[in-house]
């Protein structure tokens, strides 16, 4: 079983920036995503990225001020958040994929989950 350890999170002012860590127990090859889930709303898809970090994929709602990098030699996703707005205020999930050639974007694409880590954005 592969751990997910979110870090990161935390209140920030709208326009402002957070970046995101996920760090994974052990090597692992697959593809790597972030997901979030506000208060009363379903679990979304916010970004993902293949093994080798060819591939990025982004929701609509984020794209050109989120950014998703990976450091496979540090067993670590990233997820860079700029010009942050009260619409992304929620719990940020970091996911792995199911298998080596899955990159996750929707929930039965992921293997294992993090915790969750808080953010919070001020208007």
């Known amino acids: 079983q592969v751990h997910l350890v979110e870090s990161g999170g935390g209140l920030v002012q709208a326009g402002g920036s957070l970046r995101l860590s996920c760090a994974a127990s052990?090597?692992?090859?697959?593809?790597m995503g972030w997901f979030r889930q506000a208060p009363g709303k379903e679990r979304e898809f916010v970004a993902a990225i293949s093994w080798r970090g060819q591939s990025t994929y982004y929701a609509d709602s984020v794209k050109g001020r989120f950014t998703i990098s990976r450091d496979n030699a540090k067993n670590t996703v990233y997820l860079q958040m700029n010009d942050l707005r009260p619409g992304d205020m929620a719990v940020y999930y970091c996911?792995?994929?199911?298998?080596?050639?899955?990159?996750?974007?929707?929930?039965?694409?992921?293997?294992?989950w993090g915790q969750g880590t808080q953010v919070t954005v001020s208007s």
């Open positions: 996911a792995i994929g199911r298998g080596p050639l899955t990159t996750p974007r929707v929930g039965p694409e992921v293997g294992y």
């Open positions: 052990e090597r692992s090859p697959y593809g």
